[in-house]
């Protein structure tokens, strides 16, 4: 397995050491507040849901590989998709078992910046951050249709 020529097999192993990160007990949920509601996460189905979304990735690079336009752009898509995915769970870790529901009103840019307000954010980057495989695989068909 080449992993410079086909990057996308990252995905697959990083899919894996999720999942077998979920089985480490973590009994506290994390909270998470957002627009004055909090929502309570799992830790393990959370990391599931990551591994199963990277596994998803994995399947797609592995069906439409040969129309993607540049390693450069799958390179790109990787990178940032597992620092993302590594840093949402890194801060679900450290921060899984606060409770964020009493400071749920207090939240906001003006009172500091509050590490459970970052992960929500970076869920968003996560879903912008896919636009780089669809640009990848538009530029591809239409080089193919070329």
Request: glycine share 2%.
């Amino acid at each position: 397995m080449n992993l410079l020529s086909k990057p996308y097999h990252v995905l697959a192993l990083a899919a894996v050491l999720l999942i077998m990160l979920s089985f480490i007990p973590a009994n506290h949920p994390m909270d998470l507040p957002v627009q004055g509601a909090s929502y309570t996460l799992s830790y393990a189905d959370t990391l599931k849901a990551m591994a199963m979304l990277l596994l998803l990735f994995w399947i797609l690079y592995m069906t439409t590989v040969r129309f993607l336009y540049s390693v450069v752009l799958i390179w790109v898509h990787i990178v940032i998709t597992l620092l993302l995915t590594v840093l949402i769970v890194l801060l679900f870790f450290r921060y899984s078992g606060q409770n964020a529901a009493n400071e749920a009103m207090a939240l906001s840019f003006q009172t500091g910046l509050n590490p459970q307000m970052i992960v929500p954010v970076l869920i968003m980057l996560l879903l912008v951050t896919q636009l780089s495989y669809i640009i990848n695989l538009f530029l591809g068909v239409v080089k193919r249709m070329n």
